[in-house]
């Protein structure tokens, strides 16, 4: 199930609502309701533990039902999940979150989010939990159950661990409700199958009410030992009551299989035929059924099969659809493989086409054995999901296929190299691309092949194999591909240009990549293509970044927060390049905002973390840098060229802030054996030499570090980034003052100025102590006035940082106008007029998600945690 439409408040089933029961209910069972009720007033977890045809479902629906229909009863909710075979916990908290939607839950983080971060691991589970539990803590409904039917069915080793966690936190309001054929893994209150089982006196009650004759219910009693689904059946196919001799015939091993053969004997060979065929699918509805069994009269059998009351009941929602129990459904599919084996891969093909889910989709095609169109059903879906953060999902699904025969397939590798690119698995990125290259060339399909090899090249990169990448990019450069492929291309050349040193290349693959971008991608293509952070710091790459973002942020709007998240990053870097902090905070109050909605994806940590320590380092924050870099640096493994070059970044900025041990520790790191590896970019084998210029500095050998500083800053001329070229040449300025070299430590003042300027932070990271000997060093030098702005910027900078308190909570009698945005006062205003947030959404033309995150919003600013403190604030502003 992909995790948006499963949590998609626009088919949220209406409020309270339960699935039907499979038939009418045979008769009422009040001692066992009884017992129910007892059991889910006094019990915080319930479970119903029985074989298959013990009617746990029809009890649990008749229970909760009549729970929410007591007269009297405080507002209470119910979430109800039915699983399927093959689903998994991420599909249980998403199905579980949609039950919630019409309950305007005051979710503080977005539930679509956590549920695309489960990964079978413990930290995004406790995560979803904690959320849950405090929209639930917080939330209206007074009481509330979770349940989830059919927990067998969930093939997910991470299941205990879900139920473990609801159990120990789950609100005192609240219940959690299981049904299962199998033994539940977690402490709760059981109901085996004996306590679900017909009584002898209820059989008898039965058969009175239909006039079968003395002694009959025994009989049947005896013969079925109260099993309902046996009765039942018995019922569909002698309603009179009178058949003994029936019941002579049966066997207890199979009375089930006999009963349902009797009952399907008994069907026109037509309406047979229909229902073994489309025994396939889960749900029916005619135009599925008529597709896959290619039976024109579908709707008239399904009208049929309802009147005869074979096991069916009506799934909710707007078209008319049937849900087959699933014990019928297994005789039903264990009939079609033996009367009709040959037909089955084709009805499987027919299913998978009629069906959007992509996990179901797949699942049929893997079961039909076309293990290429299931590939490439899940690489057409698969940048939709990768896009939206589905990482989990996809992960999940590869897994699904058989491993030696889907390492054969290049769609399936491609999706297994974009989803280890997300991941900056560069290894396993160039090895699936590889090898789906190979295969996409061997059968004929160049455009894929191309794009395979683009994404190598990526891979090639992030490696530091500069010469690898380009030689595969280069028949790459001019040949017609479809715009996403430009873009990639486009994207991937900017990071090689950059690698090399080619800054005016950069600036035209941006430019190019957003023209491509602007005539009509998706937001989902523009999130793939965020340029990287360091190229808001490169010269003359400003312009056409922000025209990046300008354009991005428009086509984010309220609803792409994963593009508006990556471009106000982007925005930030911009800022800060340029010297103004206040619209860098503002930039980073508002990322932060989305962030706090949707968690922050991992590719965006380097970006944000290395944000963070700038700023903390201008502040003078020797924690904050720490705590930030520490952070950014856990990411990267030891000896990868992103962890070298994360350690410069964090040295320069401890350095900055005077912490010496922590400055000589990274040093010690950088010049290890173990970073000195084959893989290493042009700029981070110069970010090594800088390591040892400093060192030589630091052990009192000041001719030795000059020397090697001033073969640094002319390296970097073509490789600088992030102000690198200036901070080592002010190294240098200040070295040469040291040794007494007046004339030098002037010549390189000048190269200094010259190379900050780009990057107004350059001189402010050095410390306001280096700093001002660099400004005392320029009153005596033959210096420009632009050259001495730059000295004058880098001061107001650190002033401005030091002055600037961090972002406070605005206070509670502040106006409205001031705490919220004008979009956030229209919500709150319809809010307290007592809207749901889907009305609210239609009202105002937005989305349900957008107005949940709204809402949220409104929450976190007015420090307020339901929807009625929220409504008091709002009337006590405009009364």
Known sequence: MNMPSAIDPDTAEARGSLPAVLQAELLPRPALQQRLRERLAQQRLLALCAPAGYGKTVALATLLQRWLDEAGAPARAVSWFSSRPGQDVAQLCAGWCLGLESYDLPWRRSPQALVRALDGQAGPLAAFVDALVQALVTGEPAEGVLVVDDLQALADASLPLLLQLLSARLPAHWRLVMASRAPIPVAADVLQADALRFTPDEVATLLARQGSAAGMAERLWQATQGWPAAVSLWQCLHPGGQD?????????????????????????????????????????????????????????????????????????????????????????????????????????????????????????????????????????????????????????????????????????????????????????????????????LAEGWYEMASLAGVLQAQADIGLARLDAADELLQPLRDAALSPAGQVQRDSTLSWLHAAQGSHAAVAGDITRMTDTLVAGASAELWTQCVPNFRFATLPGLQAPVRRFVEQALAVAGEDALPLRLSARLLAAWLALSRGDLAEMQVQMAQAQADAAWIGLPGHLQWSCGCLNGQLAALRGDRAGVRASMEAVAAAFPPGSPWRRTTLYFWSRMADGVGDAETVQHLLAQQLSAETESAGEW?????????????????????????????????????????????????????????????????????????????????????????????????????????????????????????????????????GLAQQLTSREIEVLARMAAGESNKVIAKALDLSPHTVKRHVANIFDKLAVSTRAQAAVCYQAQVA
């Open 244 to 440: 003994a001799g029936a019941l002579a015939l049966l066997q207890r091993d199979d009375m089930f299989d006999q009963l349902a053969r009797e009952l399907l004997d008994g069907l026109p060979a037509a309406a047979q035929a229909f229902m073994l065929r489309c025994s396939v699918l889960p749900v029916w509805s005619a135009p599925r059924c008529a597709a896959v069994a290619h039976e024109p009269q579908a709707g008239r059998w399904l009208q049929l099969i309802e009147a005869r009351g074979l096991f069916m009941r009506r799934a909710p929602g707007l078209e008319p659809a049937w849900l087959m129990h699933e014990l019928f459904r297994d005789f039903l599919q264990a009939r079609l493989a033996e009367q009709m084996p040959q037909e089955l891969p084709l009805l499987l093909l027919r299913a998978a086409d009629t069906e959007s889910d992509t996990d179901v989709r797949v699942a049929y095609l893997l079961r039909a054995g076309m293990l290429e169109r299931a590939a490439l059903a899940l690489m057409d879906a698969a940048s939709g999901l990768l896009a939206r953060g589905e990482l989990g999902t996809v992960q999940r699904l590869l897994d699904s296929f058989p491993p030696e025969p889907a390492a054969r397939l290049p769609a399936w590798q491609f999706v297994r190299g974009r989803l280890a690119g997300l991941r900056w698995d560069w290894s396993s990125l160039e090895h699936a691309m590889s090898a789906a290259r190979a295969g996409f």
């Open 682 to 814: 042009p700029f981070s084998r110069q970010l090594r030499r800088l390591a040892q210029a400093l060192a030589l500095l630091a052990g009192g050998d000041a001719a030795a570090g000059c020397e090697l500083l001033r073969d640094v800053v002319d390296a970097l001329a073509m490789l600088d980034t992030v102000g690198i070229r200036g901070y080592a040449a002010a190294l240098l300025t200040l070295a040469r003052d040291d040794a007494g070299l007046a004339a030098e430590a002037r010549e390189a003042l000048r190269t200094t100025l010259q190379a900050a300027a780009c990057y107004v932070p350059t001189l402010s990271t050095l410390g306001r102590p280096r700093l001002s000997r660099l400004i005392a060093l320029a009153h005596g030098a033959d210096v420009t006035p632009a050259e001495r702005a730059v000295l004058d910027a880098a001061l107001r900078l650190l002033d401005d940082a030091r002055r600037a308190p961090d972002e406070a909570p605005a206070e509670r009698n502040a």
